[in-house]
Each structure stands twice: as C-alpha cells, then as structure tokens.
T-cell receptor, first 114, second 110 residues
Framework: ETGVTQSPTHLIKTRGQQVTLRCSSQ?????VSWYQQALGQGPQFIFQ???????GRGNFPPRFSGLQFPNYSSELNVNALELDDSALYLC?????????????FGPGTRLTVL | QKEVEQNSGPLSVPEGAIASLNCTYS??????FFWYRQYSGKSPELIMS????GDKEDGRFTAQLNKASQYVSLLIRDSQPSDSATYLC??????????FGKGTTLSVSS
C-alpha cells in the first residue's frame, strides 16, 4: 500500500509569484485535505476535497485554491505569494464518506517566500 | 472560534517513566479526537484515535477521553528517547477539518 506523497519537497519563491503543490492520496482514499503549518504552530486547515468537489474551507483568502483529479490526487495553488506564506504545506488523505475518518499526512512541501 | 489547547512544554521525563500529555477543546460538538507525533522537520504521524468516553490502549500508548470535561489525554508508558517529539492533539467536528493544538514537546532523557 502506497502512502501519501507530495511534490516538490522544497520550494523557494519570490513575493508575488505563484506556486503549485501536488499530492497523491493513499490507495483507497478519496478525500484530500490541505494544511499549512508555520514554525512552532499546529497545522491550520486550508480546505478539503472529496470526490473532486471542495468539501470545506478554512480561514484562508481566495488566492489559495485547489483541485482534485479523478484519481483523487490534488493540487494546491497559491497566487500572489506573501512572505507569511512561508510554511510547511501538508496534504492528508482519508477514506472519506463518513464522519471522523482518520487523516494520514504526506511528508509535506517546505515553501520559502523571499 | 473552535480552539484546542495544549501546554507547549517542554515536558521532560526520564527513560522508563510515564509521560502524560493533556489537551482541552472548546467545541462541545466535537466527535473525533486524535493524537499525532511529529519529529523535528517531519510531518505529523497518527498514533491514536479515540471517539467515545473512556480509555483506549495501543501498546505503550493510552488515549483518554472525557467529553463532559472536554478533555483528551495521552499516556506513554515506559518512555523511550525515541519518543522525544512534539505531540499534536487534533479534534474533528464535522468530518472535514482537523483543528490542531500547538503541540507539546516531549523530551525523554536516557
């Protein structure tokens, strides 16, 4: 069974640029959630995708957007990067369909905005 | 504002001791509760989930849930240096977002 994978591992961007992060869910999981983790903080929920539809969104501006594909992989896009967007971006997959499913995290993408 | 509170630590225990990690949450509608372990520079790893009041044991780990007091705890028996990490408490209300605390740093000395 393949776990959650994310790419790239690290990324350096300049303020104002755009970035796309990618995630492949664990085999058998149809739900993907994205989180942002700043240094010394717990992960903060960005949004969740279930069967290619957004299924909940946290307190993030519209410049954070996402997609889920028919194979349940997902992308997180961030436009007009700001310095405060520097963080570890985590993707988590879960079986979906019922409340309270366990979420399993990928290794994360470390984004640095200069 | 839904909140999850944890003491940031560090919590220091000697090898072989019991480590006790605590978490409180504000939303009474919360249904699912999780403990994640996060090593420095790595992503969170799920170690325990608990859904009903009482204790749940898995190896050296015991999760305890008291919904009336809005309190979740994690006990680690026979603590090992390899248990040194940040432990994140997470709460899920509606099957979507996990709300995380800031984490408690545990240090186990040999």
């Amino acid at each position: 069974e393949t776990g959650v994978t994310q790419s790239p591992t690290h990324l350096i961007k300049t303020r104002g640029q755009q970035v796309t992060l990618r995630c492949s869910s664990q085999s058998g999981h149809n739900t993907v959630s994205w989180y942002q983790q700043a240094l010394g903080q717990g992960p903060q929920f960005i949004f969740q995708y279930y069967r290619e539809e957004e299924n909940g969104r946290g307190n993030f501006p519209p410049r954070f957007s996402g997609l889920q594909f028919p194979n349940y992989s997902s992308e997180l896009n961030v436009n007009a990067l700001e310095l405060d967007d520097s963080a570890l971006y985590l993707c988590a997959s879960s079986p979906g369909g019922t409340t309270g499913n366990e979420q399993f995290f990928g290794p994360g993408t470390r984004l640095t905005v200069l | 504002q839904k909140e999850v509170e944890q003491n940031s630590g560090p919590l220091s225990v000697p090898e072989g001791a019991i480590a006790s990690l605590n978490c409180t949450y504000s939303d009474r509608g919360s249904q699912s509760f999780f403990w994640y372990r996060q090593y420095s520079g790595k992503s969170p790893e799920l170690i325990m989930s608990i859904y009903s009041n009482g204790d749940k044991e898995d190896g050296r780990f015991t999760a305890q849930l008291n919904k009336a007091s809005q309190y979740v705890s994690l006990l680690i028996r026979d603590s090992q240096p390899s248990d040194s990490a940040t432990y994140l408490c997470a709460v899920n209300q509606a099957g979507t977002a996990l709300i995380f605390g800031k984490g408690t740093t545990l240090s186990v000395s040999s």
